[in-house]
């Protein structure tokens, strides 16, 4: 599955929000996360596109604190963390939960890298 170049925009925006700042390798996760996402059924995949959507537009609904509607991806960094903090603990169980989704597969992308494993001394012995 190949992310159009807003669904990237979109996600490189999430993903500087759960990572710290100097651990992100760039567009190599957003790759990842399309490969990973490659493996998954077709309602996986339309899950996460959806979660990008409403992730994207949901400042429309949900205040970001910038005074003003911008979408997620050109939000200044302190209203994107106060916004994804919003869906992490929002009442509403929906958005908790593709908050989770999203976080799951950037994280399993990240850590998924070689290279950052060994930077942090983790070598899985794989089964297969």
Not at 16 to 31: F, I, K, M, N, Q
Not at 83 to 90: F, P, Q, S, T
Request: include cysteine; glycine fraction near 4%.
């Amino acid at each position: 599955m190949m992310l159009t170049s807003r669904e990237q925009r979109i996600f490189d925006a999430f993903a500087h929000v759960v990572l710290e700042p100097g651990d992100l390798p760039g567009r190599a996760l957003s790759l990842r996360v399309a490969q990973f996402l490659d493996r998954c059924t077709i309602s996986m995949r339309v899950l996460f596109r959806s979660a990008l959507f409403l992730l994207e537009w949901g400042t429309l609904f949900l205040r970001t604190g910038s005074g003003r509607f911008e979408h997620f991806s050109r939000l200044p960094s302190a209203a994107k963390r106060r916004y994804v903090r919003l869906w992490m603990n929002h009442k509403v169980t929906i958005f908790r939960q593709l908050f989770a989704l999203l976080r799951m597969l950037t994280l399993a992308a990240y850590y998924d890298d070689r290279a950052e494993s060994a930077r942090l001394g983790y070598a899985p012995r794989w089964m297969c």
